[in-house]
């Protein structure tokens, strides 16, 4: 077995703490990485708690992995020792159904999540990246260029794919107007790639304080989403609107602003449903209410590649591990610009 520590939640209210455990046996596809950096994602949260149903414990959450490879199986054709690399949300899936051969393996029935997941071969459960250690089947496995800050680019392996894909998918790009609603670890995301995508990118925030930073980021324009006023002035101005507020709201404003035959996708997984929206909202102009989850394999890799050229990261705040239940405190609070990383070097110190 491969020995592997990491910070674990033992139950759904008790703060995480440390764990010694055993992570399977390299196989023959498989590449072993040394951790040195994990993102954490709400969704980490929202798990440990079992707010998204019950989980086996003790429970390792972490999905936005850099680390460098430290070893590889006997078939492994892609990657060397030492090479820098990153796992994000996925680490099987059938590989053979008709969305594994379209690239898209976030959309398999069969996909196995790094986190909370049944293993495939083993069916224990997956162990994620608040971890020092993980092994990986080479397919899921994803090149981080060596020219980005290896702790910055982490959250790219989850916030950043879940924000290119659908901009790629919608076909963002020169003479659109984009909104991104919610200035977030994924909005900071969407703002910073929908203006590499050379679009004209308007964020949408209910807090006035957010205005300086958003411009900072890359944004044209702020609109403040609770002066009716602003919002109505925006009606029918926008190609594209990326939603990723997960709090309930009212989205018949934003569906407004839409052009004719435009979309909005959606991001945020609501712990209580949204209102309705009106369906006249959409009849009239042929508008859309969609959504998206993460990205396949290759496009992940594609956004790496993008993000390479174009030198960008998430802004982040470093923490050693030790502050990961404070840092859990700081996220409700939406106390984070925009990202907190793990530094995997802290578990040294237990
Ligand atoms: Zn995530
Ligand atoms: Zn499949």
């Known amino acids: 077995m491969t020995h592997a520590s990491a910070y674990a939640a033992f139950d759904a209210a008790s703060p995480l703490k440390y764990w010694d455990f055993e992570r399977r046996d390299p196989r023959p596809d498989d590449v072993e990485i040394d951790i040195l950096f994990c993102g954490v994602c709400h969704s980490d949260l929202h798990a440990a708690k079992d707010e998204w149903g019950v989980v086996d414990r003790p429970f390792v959450p972490g ?42 393996e976030q959309y398999c029935n069969h996909f196995v999540p790094t986190y909370g997941g049944p293993e495939a071969g083993t069916g224990k459960q997956t162990y994620g990246g608040y971890s020092d250690r993980v092994v990986v089947k080479e397919h899921f496995v994803l090149k981080v260029p060596e020219t980005l800050d290896p702790a910055a680019a982490a959250p790219l392996l989850c916030a950043g794919i879940t924000t290119y894909s659908p901009l790629r998918h919608w076909k963002v790009g020169p003479g659109q107007r984009v909104g991104v609603v919610g200035l977030g670890g994924l909005g900071h995301m ?32 702020v609109v403040i989403s609770t002066d009716a006023d602003a919002m109505a002035a925006e009606a ?105 990383v793990i530094d995997a070097a802290s578990l040294a110190q237990g």
Do not use: W
């Open 63 to 104: 999905h936005e992995i850099v680390g460098r490879v430290k070893s590889v199986g006997a078939d492994v054709t892609r990657f060397k020792v030492g090479e820098l690399v990153g796992v994000g949300c996925m680490v099987d899936s059938c590989l053979q159904c008709h969305e594994c051969e379209d690239g898209l």
């Open 190 to 221: 969407a703002v910073k790639l929908a203006k590499a995508m050379g679009a004209q990118v308007v964020v949408f925030t209910t807090s006035a304080s957010k205005v300086d930073d958003a411009k900072r980021l890359g944004a044209d324009e």
């Open 236 to 340: 029918g101005a926008f190609d594209f609107i990326l939603n990723t507020v997960a709090a309930p709201h009212n989205l018949d404003p934003f569906i407004a602003c839409l052009k004719r035959d435009a979309t909005m996708t959606m991001l945020g997984v609501p712990a209580a449903p949204h209102p309705s929206p009106s369906v006249a909202g959409m009849i009239f102009k042929r508008r859309s209410v969609a959504g998206s989850l993460i990205g396949g394999i290759a496009e992940t890799q594609e956004m790496l590649d993008f993000c390479g050229v174009h030198g960008i990261t998430a802004d982040i705040e470093l923490i050693p591990i030790q502050e990961i239940n404070t840092a859990y405190e700081r996220m409700l609070k939406s106390d984070v610009k925009y990202r907190f």
